[in-house]
């Protein structure tokens, strides 16, 4: 092992990737269109790690292993994936002779080829950022196969040269790789990736030695599985592994020293786990999770200790003056003379870069926030603050304290109206007449064939229709010429939908450049980013709103465009909301009020919207919560609580309809298992999910669990421009309506169609009413 350096006094456990402009995302989508070389895309990586060094050095973090080498194209799971070459066999003809992917197969990986899907999506811990899943079974190659790591270690110090520090290379670890991996569907039944572990770990030896060689003195191996039960194989397991893993590359001779980070959450019991492992460092989340007992404390004699006090997670500027009493706390528990590295919580890839950059937000607003830049400072600030002493950051704090006192007094912050409507709230408002009454109501009201057919929203986004929005923005056209382009667009997809025979139309929402930002928008308490991109996935970028005050309604938000939507058709027209999970999952939430207060201020305000789409003579109103599932917390014990407040402010946006008013709400995911229960209690008439990539495997559970309501499983993968063909959907639906009864079943597609062209678009629903057709016809 390196002779011992220690870890820097602080650091940041990862930067977001993708570039201050987006480079990254530029540079790669340019070269999959073929715009640019192999060559030129490496060079804009090479570039874009050079300035983000530049960066976090000139901003002081000038001790070596302080800046983290994170650096991928795509994915830092997918990165495992390519350095192990753990390539699920459909690709293996893109491995070469050593068993590694190029820049190329690597991208395949990413996002798949002709008949050969891309590995599988899915969202990272409790975060809006998804990683390819590996798919791992017992005769998956996997090996250290590939170097990229240790490449970003060399190329910094031969960059540096005097001028940045060495860097500390950051890699997802092995027992969070594997908990994160699915069985292939080769695997034998029973077998579980984690069974890959020796492997695994032989593997990541090498890339130890690798990254000695290379010059590191430390490696960061981020285990945040480690803090979520949400695996297919039990705590004990877990914790096995995380011993057998650490005593194992622990006892690799030649190798940086070890820090393992577990993010997002409490380590628990996995603490104990590490600390008896012969590792030299343990990163704890003390914005997540709590301080650790002192016994637990205790046990991590002779390790370093890398205390994240400033939230990775969210955009608010970090209270210091409580961050550091919090890192007073450790130090008093810890045994004498550990060395705390001060740190942020997680990788800051959840946040943008640098909120200098918002000129045209409220500067009052602006000056509560922090993104990573501003995160990287606080970091600082804390570290001299724990090792000099509180005088030593007076006038920091003395700052900060002032500008946390101006946010509490702003008047917006704390909206009288609003705090009296939240306390008022009582259980009569989240409760609707029983589904019966209604049931009846709305038959006889809306008077719907069996089966009846319906889609989820959006229809194609065209560029005319964004072109119009970026003309609107720029001022190039005025409100009513904008105003006539989108009434121009809904006219044309009522029409469309009337000719394809669909019983419940949609206007189609081309005036919302997103389902959160458009109502974001529109409520106060809300205010917009102008560069605050965080990365999605891959090359894939959203820039979440942030909500810092109470939410009000200041008008009508869609009934304008619903009920001209309606003025045209004879046809139920089904009005458009986004739900108070998703609004708040979407985006940055103020840190100041508990998200059940935060939830019921946003219902209110759904509530108001839904009454005026009532009176505007809107009979059906979906009020979407695809969200619902994705921030259900990691561990199971914090599950009801969440569950009955996100339940309560859906409840709460629905509760004040009338019984022949048809509340419609959608969840874009078929594993919702684990959230049946939940979703049943949301108490919408009407629910569609996605079903048809699964080929409709829920069933048996809706059908199992008694759900009363109806329910839209969708027939028609819409990520997916294939179309599907009327046989296809028939036979979905029957297996729907044999599982759930006719009078149960809806048809629909798995989400909506923004993101479809018209031409599949028509083509797929044509079939998918034919379908509907076809069943009622078996039926009669
Ligand atoms: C991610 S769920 C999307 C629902 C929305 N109503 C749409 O159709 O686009
Ligand atoms: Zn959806």
Same mark, same amino acid.
């Given at each position: 092992m390196t002779t011992a350096s220690p870890l820097p006094s602080a650091t940041i456990l990862g930067y977001p990737r993708i570039g201050r402009d987006r480079e990254l995302k530029r540079a790669v989508e340019s070269y999959w269109k073929g715009a640019i070389t192999t060559e030129e895309l490496r060079q804009a990586a090479t570039g874009l790690r050079a300035a983000t060094r530049e960066r976090l050095a000139g901003l002081g973090?000038?001790? %070596?292993?302080?800046?983290?080498? %994170?650096?991928?194209?795509?994915?830092q799971v997918l990165a495992v994936t390519a350095a192990l070459g753990a390539v699920p066999a459909r690709f293996r003809d893109l491995l070469n002779a050593q068993g590694a992917l190029d820049l190329d197969g690597y991208f395949t990986l990413a996002r798949g080829q002709g008949d050969r899907p891309a590995l599988e999506m899915t969202k990272?811990?409790?975060?809006?950022y998804h990683y390819l899943v590996p798919e791992i079974d017992e005769s998956t190659p996997i090996d250290y196969v590939e170097g990229s790591l240790a490449s970003q270690v060399v190329e910094a110090a031969q960059a540096g040269a005097g001028s940045t520090a060495a860097v500390r290379p950051v890699v997802v670890g092995p027992v969070s790789y594997l908990l994160m991996a699915k069985p292939t569907d080769e695997a034998a039944e029973g077998f579980e990736p984690l069974d890959r572990l020796p492997d695994v770990l032989h593997a990541y030896g090498h890339l130890l030695m690798d990254l000695q060689a290379a010059g590191a003195s430390w490696v960061q191996f981020d285990e945040p599985a480690l803090v979520a039960d949400s695996w297919s194989v039990g705590r004990e397991r877990v914790l096995a592994a995380v011993r057998e893993a650490y005593a194992w590359l622990g006892a690799v001779v030649e190798r940086p020293q070890i820090l393992v980070v577990g993010s997002y959450g409490d380590l628990g019991d996995a603490l104990g786990a590490l600390a008896a492992s012969p590792i030299e460092a343990v990163g704890l989340d003390l914005v997540a999770g709590g301080v650790p007992s002192s016994e637990d404390l205790a046990a991590l004699e002779g390790k370093s200790v890398v205390a994240?006090?400033?939230?990775?997670?969210?955009i608010w500027r970090t209270d210091l003056s409580a961050a550091l009493e919090r890192l007073e706390a450790l130090r008093e528990a810890l045994p004498s003379g550990t060395p705390i590295t001060v740190a942020t919580s997680t990788s800051l890839q959840h946040v943008p870069h640098d909120v200098e950059r918002e000129t045209a937000m409220d500067p009052a607003i602006r000056s509560w926030l922090a993104f990573a830049d501003q995160k990287v400072e606080e970091v600082l600030i804390l570290a001299r603050g724990l090792e000099q002493g509180r005088q030593a950051i007076a006038a920091e704090l003395d700052q900060d304290a002032e500008l946390r006192a101006q946010r509490a007094a702003h008047p917006g912050v704390q909206r009288p109206e609003v705090r009296q409507a939240v306390a008022s709230i009582t259980a009569a408002d989240r409760t609707r007449e029983p589904y019966a009454t209604r049931k009846a109501a709305q038959e006889a009201r809306l008077g719907l064939p069996e089966v009846p057919t319906t889609t989820i929203g959006s229809f194609p986004q065209t560029a005319e229709i964004r072109k119009a929005r970026a003309a609107h923005r720029r001022g190039e056209i005025d409100e009513t010429a904008y105003q006539e382009a989108m009434r121009a667009e809904i006219a044309s997809v009522i029409a469309l939908q009337e000719r394809i025979g669909l019983d419940v139309l949609v206007h189609g929402e081309a005036e919302r450049n997103d389902m959160v930002q458009y109502f974001a928008e529109l409520l106060e308490g809300f205010v917009t980013t102008e560069h605050g991109w965080v990365q999605s996935y891959g090359s894939r970028c959203t820039r979440p709103s942030i909500l810092w005050g109470d939410v009000a309604r200041p008008a009508p938000m869609t009934v304008a465009w619903s009920s001209y939507a309606q003025s045209l058709t004879d046809k139920p027209l089904k009005g458009m909301l986004t739900g108070p999970v998703t609004i708040m999952a979407w985006s940055f939430v103020r840190d100041d009020l508990p998200r059940a207060q935060v939830a019921d201020q946003l219902g209110l305000a759904l509530r108001a919207e839904v009454e005026d789409l009532e009176a505007a003579g809107i009979g059906v109103i979906q009020v979407d919560e695809p969200a619902i599932r994705e921030?259900?917390?990691?561990r199971a014990e914090d599950r009801p609580d969440y569950l009955e407040w996100s339940v309560g402010s859906f409840r709460l946006a629905t509760g004040g309809a009338a019984p022949s008013t048809q509340i419609h709400t959608h969840l874009c995911y078929s594993e919702f298992d684990v959230v049946i229960d939940a979703v049943d209690h949301l108490d919408a008439d009407v629910t569609s999910i996605e079903a048809s990539r699964s080929r409709m495997d829920i069933l048996p559970a809706v059908a199992a669990h008694g759900f009363e309501r109806q329910l839209g499983p969708g027939v028609w993968d819409i990520h997916s421009p294939r179309v599907p063909s009327a046989q296809e959907c028939t036979e979905l639906l029957a297996r729907a309506v044999d599982a759930l009864g006719a009078e149960t079943v809806w048809a629909n597609p798995d989400c909506g169609l923004k993101t479809r062209g018209y031409e599949e678009t028509e083509a797929s629903l044509v079939n998918l009413v034919q379908a509907a057709a076809h069943i009622r016809s078996q039926g009669a």
């Open positions: 973090l000038s001790e %070596d292993s302080s800046i983290p080498a %994170d650096f991928t194209f795509y994915d990272w811990l409790d975060s809006n994240g006090v400033v939230s990775g997670r969210n921030t259900l917390p990691l």
